[in-house]
């Protein structure tokens, strides 16, 4: 992979702004694939960006498959936010890379959630 994970582009070195401009571009473009299979999540922007963060790193197709999305779409947004801790393995093992991102987009999922019933 290059830059921050993508692997849809040539492979070779990237320039820091070249890399910030592919992450950009790629965020919005996930971010619109979330929103299509949980359409729910464009009024609650701290869940939209650590969505759209799985799904850049799992792929579109198993985040709209998943737990989180479906919880997303019942209106669960704490149980969606909770969802995320399971997408932990690669390879069928446990990866503490992917524990600890779990975590950050779980903890950025909770923004704002805390304070709500």
Request: charged content about 20%.
């Amino acid at each position: 992979t290059v830059c921050y994970g993508e692997t849809r582009v040539e492979m070779r070195r990237y320039t820091d702004a070249e890399c910030q401009q592919m992450l950009s571009a790629a965020a919005e473009g996930f971010a619109r694939e979330v929103l299509a299979c949980t359409p729910g999540l464009a009024y609650h922007p701290y869940q939209l960006a650590a969505a759209t963060s799985l799904a850049y790193n799992i792929g579109v197709k198993a985040y709209c498959g998943s737990t989180v999305a479906r919880r997303f779409n019942a209106g669960d947004l704490r149980g969606g936010c909770n969802g995320f801790p399971a997408w932990r393995y690669a390879g069928g093992r446990e990866v503490q890379g992917l524990v600890n991102r779990r975590a950050a987009e779980r903890d950025l999922c909770m923004t704002g959630l805390e304070a709500t019933a």
